[in-house]
């Protein structure tokens, strides 16, 4: 059973940085295509960054390019991916969760039947 718990939200302000971990068990992940996700209040969950494992590559979404970046720790049975957030801005406010699926590369969320509880992010203005 594929296991995700996020950790590192908080309150920043405006051009400061966070950084989340999701600490991932369960499973060998080198087959996973994983990623992080946000929701805004009234807004539907939108991509953040995805990494393919088996293809090496890494997507960020438009909005993020440049100030996020995304990473990994292998250790025995724990893979535990982080999302580095620097120079945050209020729209980046929201929800992050840590999603992960087998197979094809997907960024859309829809794609994603593994999912972390999500981890709370307010940057103030």
């Known amino acids: 059973q594929v296991q995700l718990v996020e950790s590192g939200g908080g309150l920043v302000q405006v051009g400061g940085s966070l950084r989340l971990s999701c600490a991932a068990s369960g499973r060998t992940f080198s087959s996973f295509v994983m990623g992080w996700f946000r929701q805004a209040p009234g807004k539907e969950r939108e991509f953040v960054a995805t990494?393919?494992?088996?293809?090496?590559?890494?997507?960020?979404a438009d909005s993020v390019k440049g100030r996020f970046t995304m990473s990994s720790d292998n250790a025995k049975n724990t893979l535990t991916l982080y999302l580095q957030m620097n120079s945050l801005k209020p729209e980046d406010t929201g929800v992050y969760y840590c999603?992960?699926?087998?197979?094809?590369?997907?960024?859309?969320?829809?794609?994603?039947?593994?999912w972390g509880q999500g981890t709370q992010v307010t940057v103030s203005s």
């Open positions: 999603a992960a699926r087998i197979g094809t590369y997907y960024t859309n969320p829809n794609r994603f039947p593994y």
């Open positions: 990494i393919n494992w088996n293809r090496g590559n890494t997507d960020y």
